[in-house]
């Protein structure tokens, strides 16, 4: 784990009834997660920036600090280590950083296959995909209990809502999320601590290039942009909604799938993800 050496110490946060507070977002280096952290600079938010590129970290830290007047502490660390997300914590407590929006963005999929996958990616995938989420979110949702303040976002997928072929363990984590959120979000009902679930369908951030997906039938056309999912999201966690899917075609398209047998929906979900290079591990696009 890497601090920025330039960047700001971050001081709690004074709520009152703004409901302003410091965010925390994983995988800020890029796609969704970038514009989320732009996003909450220009509102006005302190900012924790979490991903494995530090140089890009810093650069981004400094950069919402120059625009948008904010504080902003870049961490680099790689969240498919078991131990880095309590490591994160820890540094957030000895730094008397307090955390009031937790965003669990940062993920990537592992394509092809499940017994051509590479175990490692595999494994690499569902740590960070599955169990970050699920400790930062232990972790740190205590202290926002005691403050009976919080909002959580952790970005899923419309591949939550069906199995995936040839990306079987994708859809499956993002399946996970979204479950988790949900019942997590009837836990916290009452408790003044909200969780939004983001499930956005296929989104513009340069996963589909890495992929070789750009010619695929999920990226045909005109699909969402990662800034434009990013302000769906904010506004949906800054209202406290459950769960948002952004863009009326993706709505759209979603119904139908919830009234598919799973057995009809996996067949279609192979043929969009027939396209994919087989065993090939790829960045977080949704």
């Given at each position: 784990?890497?601090?920025?050496?330039?960047?700001?110490?971050?001081?709690?946060?004074?709520?009152?009834?703004?409901?302003?507070?410091?965010?925390?977002?994983?995988?800020?280096?890029?796609?969704?997660?970038?514009?989320?952290?732009?996003?909450?600079?220009?509102?006005?938010?302190?900012?924790?920036?979490?991903?494995?590129?530090?140089?890009?970290?810093?650069?981004?830290?400094?950069?919402?600090t120059?625009?948008?007047?904010?504080?902003?502490?870049?961490?680099?660390?790689d969240?498919?280590?078991?131990?880095?997300?309590?490591?994160?914590?820890?540094?957030?407590?000895?730094?008397?950083?307090?955390?009031?929006?937790?965003?669990?963005?940062?993920?990537?999929?592992?394509?092809?296959?499940?017994?051509?996958?590479?175990?490692?990616?595999?494994?690499?995938?569902?740590?960070?995909?599955?169990?970050?989420?699920?400790?930062?979110?232990?972790?740190?949702?205590?202290?926002?209990?005691?403050?009976g303040?919080?909002?959580?976002?952790?970005?899923?997928?419309?591949?939550?809502?069906?199995?995936?072929?040839?990306?079987?363990?994708?859809?499956?984590?993002?399946?996970?999320?979204?479950?988790?959120?949900?019942a997590?979000?009837?836990?916290?009902?009452?408790?003044?601590?909200?969780?939004?679930?983001?499930?956005?369908?296929?989104?513009?951030?340069?996963?589909?290039?890495?992929?070789?997906?750009s010619?695929?039938?999920?990226?045909?056309?005109?699909?969402?942009?990662?800034?434009?999912?990013?302000?769906?999201?904010?506004?949906?966690?800054?209202?406290?909604?459950?769960?948002?899917?952004?863009?009326?075609?993706?709505?759209?398209?979603?119904?139908p799938?919830?009234l598919?047998?799973?057995?009809?929906?996996?067949?279609?979900?192979?043929?969009?993800?027939?396209?994919?290079?087989?065993?090939?591990?790829?960045?977080?696009?949704?």
């Amino acid at each position: 784990m890497q601090l920025a050496p330039d960047s700001l110490d971050i001081p709690p946060a004074s709520q009152g009834k703004a409901g302003l507070g410091t965010a925390l977002i994983t995988g800020a280096s890029s796609g969704i997660g970038y514009e989320l952290a732009n996003i909450f600079a220009e509102r006005g938010h302190p900012v924790v920036l979490v991903a494995r590129s530090g140089g890009k970290l810093r650069d981004l830290a400094n950069q919402l600090t120059d625009r948008c007047g904010v504080a902003a502490l870049a961490i680099a660390t790689d969240l498919e280590v078991p131990k880095s997300a309590k490591e994160l914590f820890v540094e957030l407590r000895q730094r008397n950083v307090q955390v009031d929006i937790l965003v669990n963005c940062a993920g990537f999929a592992v394509q092809g296959p499940v017994a051509e996958n590479d175990a490692a990616q595999l494994l690499g995938m569902l740590q960070l995909n599955i169990v970050a989420v699920t400790l930062l979110t232990r972790l740190i949702l205590p202290s926002m209990l005691e403050r009976g303040y919080g909002r959580i976002l952790n970005v899923s997928s419309v591949a939550a809502y069906m199995p995936g072929p040839l990306m079987a363990a994708y859809f499956a984590s993002k399946a996970y999320v979204l479950s988790f959120s949900e019942a997590l979000a009837n836990e916290l009902a009452d408790a003044g601590v909200s969780v939004t679930t983001l499930c956005p369908g296929p989104t513009r951030t340069g996963f589909e290039k890495r992929a070789g997906l750009s010619d695929s039938k999920a990226f045909r056309g005109r699909i969402m942009d990662a800034a434009a999912v990013a302000h769906a999201a904010y506004d949906a966690v800054m209202a406290g909604k459950s769960v948002v899917v952004p863009g009326w075609k993706t709505r759209l398209q979603l119904m139908p799938a919830l009234l598919m047998p799973r057995s009809v929906l996996a067949h279609f979900a192979r043929q969009y993800n027939d396209a994919a290079p087989k065993a090939s591990a790829l960045p977080a696009s949704r």
